[in-house]
Structure formats: C-alpha cells, structure tokens
C-alpha cells in the first residue's frame, strides 16, 4: 500500500504468477473441450474421485489465490461437477497425464 494524499490505495490489484508456468497451466486444457481421464484422481472438496476410462467435459478453469491452486472443473452428463485441483508445487505433467484427448 501507499499513502497518496492522505488515504491508503493498494500498488495493484492484480495477482502475481507464482510460478514459471503460469500461462501454460491455463491453457493446457481448453474449456469445452471433452478429455478421457487417464488415471484416477481425486476430486475436491469431496466428490467421486475420477475413474480411468471416463469422458468428462471442462468447464471452466479457475485460480484460487488461497490455496495457491488452478482448479479444472469438469462435468459429466447426468452426473453432478467435479474438479480437479492443480498446486502450484505439483507439476504440469500431473494434470495432462490425469486428462487426455
């Protein structure tokens, strides 16, 4: 923060990337797109983990700045959303190893 004639302003509101691969965690999976799950993963906070062999359909991709985590929110029809949370300590690899074409 800064003072500017009296009154506390922040510097920037913008968030800044706290990884190398910051741009690249946002577009290795494209929204709307359809992806086989590759390996079973967990699904957060508490949904059905995703199964080997499942279609599933991305949604919407989103950073928590909490938790310091891209999160991948997909569906399945008839099925309620699940999402997967990327950390930034986790690599790259484990979300395109996770979902594939």
């Not at 741009?23 to 290795?28: C, K, L, S």
């Not at 967990?42 to 928590?64: H, M």
């Amino acid at each position: 923060m800064s003072a500017m004639g009296g009154k506390r302003t922040l510097r920037s509101a913008i968030p800044t990337p706290m990884n190398d691969d910051w741009e690249m965690r946002r577009t290795a999976l494209v929204e709307g797109a359809t992806y086989r799950v590759m390996r079973e993963a967990e699904s957060r906070p508490d949904g059905a983990p995703f199964k080997i062999g499942e279609a599933v359909r991305l949604r919407q991709i989103v950073y928590s700045h909490y938790d310091n985590s891209h999160v991948y929110t997909f569906e399945e029809q008839g099925e309620a959303e699940r999402s997967y949370w990327l950390h930034d300590d986790e690599p790259l690899e484990r979300l395109t190893e996770t979902f594939g074409s």
